[in-house]
């Protein structure tokens, strides 16, 4: 049993020698000088990204989640940032189209910058990872199934763009802990 484990960490581990850190800072910059950034992801995709927005929201940033009823317009000196691992589907290519056409910046995170999400982004940071456009046949790299490797690596992924966040924009865990609720 402790080989699944093993193994799954192992994958991990490697999705992340293959990244470019290079593009996780300018992705970090995109971030740093958005007015208010709205985030759009499906499936397990949504739970990570919805977990990201939390933390930005705990930073002090104007944040908000793709379809929340208090989602505001986006236009010029915002940030959309769109989570979609196989390339595309058809809801983000459909918000992708409303964002770019209102002057959104548009940040998106993909296994496979090959696909048509990618040609309406400003940035495209590559997350190399198994998603379900690749989980099948000779193209199964992964023990964990489906989409679930890039799905953990984005939880991993958004938590060090946190921390390179907190240092960027000097903010204190005190300032972090005043934002969190007191309602739970």
Known sequence: MTDLYQGAVMEMAAVFRRLNDADVDRACSM?????????????????????????????????????????????????????????????????????????????VITAQPQGRAAAFADFVLHLPAQTMANDQGEQRSSVLPMGSLYEGALFVLFEVIILKLIKMLNVTPEAMRANHTNLE
Not at 59 to 64: H, P, T
């Open 31 to 107: 971030i740093a000088d958005a007015r208010t950034v709205v985030v759009f992801g499906g499936g397990r995709e949504r739970l990570q990204i919805m977990g990201f927005a939390m933390r930005l929201y705990h930073m002090g940033r104007s944040v908000a989640v793709e379809g929340d009823m208090t989602t505001p317009p986006v236009g010029k000196g915002d940030l959309f940032i769109v989570t979609v691992g196989p390339g595309e589907i058809s809801t983000a290519l459909a918000l992708l189209g409303v964002a770019k056409a209102a002057g959104a910046t548009i940040l």
